[in-house]
């Protein structure tokens, strides 16, 4: 992944993360966010460009279709409270990438046509410390 330019922050430790009990469930995985959260509070990482075109597929439009997707709370995303400098958290599974904390942000990014997001991508190793 290529390194966030626009980011205001110079690392992973400077986010100001919001803590929450919150976990990211899919397809029988469940990925535990708030631990996620501290490990990039706590060890410094590069804050990388997540492009948007690469996640859109899978949302899932209000009114529409789908085998799988996910699944977002749109009236949620129109909200002005979204904040689009706070990195998307991701997964690195065997199988590949996946975003495990930001999709109303990935959703507002997809809606107002933006091209990349800020993102941190965790390892394998702590990928399968936060898998439940």
């Given at each position: 992944?290529?390194r966030?330019?626009?980011s205001?922050?110079?690392?992973s ?7 929450t ?7 029988g ?11 990039v509070?706590?060890k ?11 996640v ?13 997707g ?30 495990i ?6 959703s ?6 933006l ?18």
């Open positions: 992944m290529k966030c330019k626009g205001p922050y110079a690392n430790t400077d986010v100001p993360w919001y803590e009990t919150e976990h990211f469930v899919l397809m995985r469940s990925f535990d966010v708030n631990l996620a959260k501290k490990i509070k706590t410094a990482r590069a804050i990388s460009e997540l492009p948007t075109k690469d859109a597929p899978w949302l899932r439009k209000p009114g529409s279709f789908a085998i799988m996910i699944t977002v709370d749109w009236t949620d995303v129109s909200r002005a409270n979204i904040d689009l400098t706070i990195p998307v958290l991701i997964a690195n599974l065997t199988s590949g990438l996946l975003p904390d930001g999709w109303h942000r990935i507002l990014a997809v809606e107002q046509q091209e990349t997001l800020p993102c941190i991508l965790l390892t394998k190793t702590e990928t399968k410390t936060i898998l439940w």
